[in-house]
């Protein structure tokens, strides 16, 4: 169709997006605008072009040419943005914090337009399916979304930046602040190795100082972020992230709430036993019946794996040691090692080896000359197969579960690049968090043997129960965590708790879903939330939650391909071809299609369902049922 018409060049001219951020010191024109070719930046931003004529209505094949336009743009856009924030998170410092700051800025600031000018096409007849998915995922491809004033903007971005930077940087120096200072790294070897009550409580009090300075920046946040929100049609930032997962945000609130209630119970049994366990540690004043467990006892900075202190749990004793730290720290594994036994297991199913440029452009390990974002965290800069991760490896089984979980989203990335950008993600985010752990659920005790990471099998009900128990210490402990922290940040942005209420509320959902407590007074002063990266970082975390019960999920499903046929806890999908066939299918859609079609397409299931979770630890619950006879479990 002939679209030269003057009337359809206004049209156009008005549907155009806003120009990218000039280079410093070369500030875009605002006259004299025309209507780009495609895939070339506008000549000024839409507010300042002609007005499109009311009665004149877009088409759905302008929706088709604006989403084609915007996902070239924003591919471009978010290889810019990943590179300034690959370059900040591995050498943390003012200049690299407000370059990345500034990218972020005009990335929001596209979107802010992008998302408006989107909106016309809400009314219009017969777009194809992929345009109204694109369309739909533009809405909601950001988590932090800001107001088309400039001034907003770029505070917000240069808070953003901050706040990671200070958790980055994080350092807790003695009582005094004289002492020897120690990164998270330190403090949590701390946390996961020491049995002594107040060692435990001074690394824990000491790394919730780091985050006392967030605080007036994390409430700017949270208002300029809602005031963007509600700009392009969202109740507030916490709606949004709720928006993302092909249902309207009160359905999915309802969901996560379903997922948790199928849950509860398997996790108020293990929480029963473990809690009487560290009463015989500590003693019963510490630890009493019938409370919550005090928060520096689990082992773990946030209390959301307890696997660190499975000694202190351990069913039977005088069984065949499934402790793998130890062989990796005898074996000298050094991180290129522990990444390539990663690489080995997704090469075992048939997937693709991880391209050379992998091994030269990643950060294995902490630098020792530079501050750096130790969190894990997984990459394809160039979103074109350009795969890293970022890391701070030791020689630990914790960090070999992680690399296999970093490198689940490094092959979802290897699988979906040549995808349109808007689709370069995981079906849900819960997904993408999914996949590597859910391989790990194949790591058995005889693939360790094969690797010799362990000498002996477990054997019997006794060695069954003994590897359930570690599983369940990291698998299960974490489920309320993975829901409560979003809980939060849903409240807090909805206004619904307001900052004199920060540190107060966060407890109390720590009390509620996980049933541990402060372990010292806490007051309006402190920030705790801000000690958990995802909070500064302003990382969604549901998606953890949603991962945990999908990967069992997709677990069985993979199991069920490879033709496996007995207890789910008992199978290993290591080497099998059929189930790397199936994963990758499911890999490759990306976000093309909502992500029931792609759980159908693995599982043949169209609902998140956690009934996988408790098949596999069916034996372990029957075990704890038994041992919490006659005790007070809840708090
Ligand atoms: O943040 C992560 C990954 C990167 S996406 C290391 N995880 C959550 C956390 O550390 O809190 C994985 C488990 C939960
Ligand atoms: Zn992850």
Wanted: glycine share 6%; charged share 25%; proline share 7%.
């Amino acid at each position: 169709m002939n679209r030269t018409s003057p009337v359809m060049q206004i049209l156009r001219a008005a549907l155009a997006i806003v120009p990218l951020v000039a280079s410093p010191g070369c500030a875009p024109s605002a006259h004299g605008s025309t209507t780009p070719p495609p895939g070339e930046p506008p000549a000024a931003p839409p507010s300042e072009q002609p007005q499109k004529p009311t009665e004149v209505q877009p088409t759905a094949e302008d929706a088709r040419q604006f989403a084609t336009r915007v996902n070239e743009d924003l591919k471009r856009l978010w290889v810019k943005q990943s590179t300034a924030e690959w370059i900040k998170s591995t050498y943390i410092t003012d200049d690299t914090e407000r370059n990345a700051a500034t990218v972020n800025e005009e990335v929001m600031g596209y979107l802010n337009q992008a998302i408006k000018q989107a909106a016309r096409f809400k009314d219009v007849q017969g777009l194809d399916a992929d345009t109204s998915r694109t369309l739909h995922l533009l809405r909601v491809s950001s988590a932090l979304v800001a107001p088309s004033d400039p001034q907003k903007r770029a505070e917000l971005a240069s808070i953003a930046a901050k706040l990671e930077g200070l958790y980055g940087k994080g350092k807790y120096c003695g009582k005094d602040g004289k002492g020897t200072c120690k990164d998270l790294e330190e403090l949590s070897d701390v946390m996961a190795k020491s049995r002594k009550y107040d060692e435990l409580l001074e690394a824990w009090v000491g790394w919730h100082t780091i985050s006392q300075p967030m605080r007036p920046l994390y409430e700017r946040l949270v208002s300029i972020s809602n005031e963007g929100a509600q700009e392009i049609g969202f109740a507030d930032l916490g709606a949004l992230w709720r928006s993302n997962y092909d249902m309207p945000p009160e359905a999915f609130e309802k969901e996560a709430q379903r997922l948790w209630g199928q849950v509860k119970p398997l996790y108020d049994d293990l929480h029963c036993y473990v809690r009487a366990r560290l009463a015989k540690q500590y003693g019963e004043d510490k630890v009493p019946a019938g409370k919550p467990i005090p928060a520096h006892l689990l082992g773990n900075m946030w209390a959301q794996e307890w696997n660190n202190i499975y000694n202190l749990v351990e069913p039977y004793k005088g069984q065949p040691s499934l402790d793998v730290d130890a062989e990796l720290t005898k074996q000298k594994y050094d991180a290129i090692r522990m990444v390539k036994t990663g690489e080995a297991f997704f090469t075992s199913l048939g997937l693709k080896s991880l391209p050379q440029t992998f091994w030269e452009r990643s950060q294995f390990t902490k630098p020792r000359d530079r501050e750096v974002v130790c969190h894990a965290s997984a990459w394809d800069v160039t979103y074109d197969n350009d795969l890293r991760i970022k890391m701070c490896i030791k020689p630990t089984e914790e960090d070999l579960v992680t690399i296999h979980h970093e490198l689940g989203h490094d092959y979802y990335y290897t699988y979906y690049y040549t995808l349109p950008a808007l689709y370069q993600q995981g079906a849900n985010d819960g997904f993408h968090e999914a996949i590597g752990d859910a391989l790990t659920l194949s790591i058995t005790p005889s693939y360790l043997k094969q690797l010799g990471l362990l000498k002996e099998l477990p054997k019997g009900d006794k060695g069954l129960i003994n590897l359930q128990m570690k599983d369940a210490m990291e698998k299960v402990a974490f489920l309320p965590f993975g829901l409560l922290v979003d809980q939060w940040r849903w409240e807090v942005l909805s206004g619904r708790v307001k900052p004199e209420d920060y540190n107060k509320s966060w407890w109390a959902l720590r009390e509620k879903y996980q049933g541990v407590r402060a372990p010292v007074e806490r007051s309006e002063k402190d920030f705790d939330p801000g000690a958990k990266y995802h909070v500064p970082a302003n990382v969604p975390y549901t998606r953890y939650f949603l991962a945990r019960i999908l990967q069992f999920q997709f677990h069985r499903a993979l199991c069920q391909a490879a033709g496996f046929q007995g207890p789910l806890h008992e199978c290993s999908i290591y080497g099998n071809k059929e189930a790397g066939k199936r994963l990758q299918a499911m890999l490759e859609m990306g976000a093309s299609k909502p992500w029931p079609d792609a759980l159908q397409a693995l599982t043949g299931q169209r609902e998140m369902d956690a009934s996988a979770i408790l098949e596999y630890f069916a034996p372990l619950r029957a075990w704890l049922q038994e041992q919490n006879k006659g005790q007070k479990c809840g708090w």
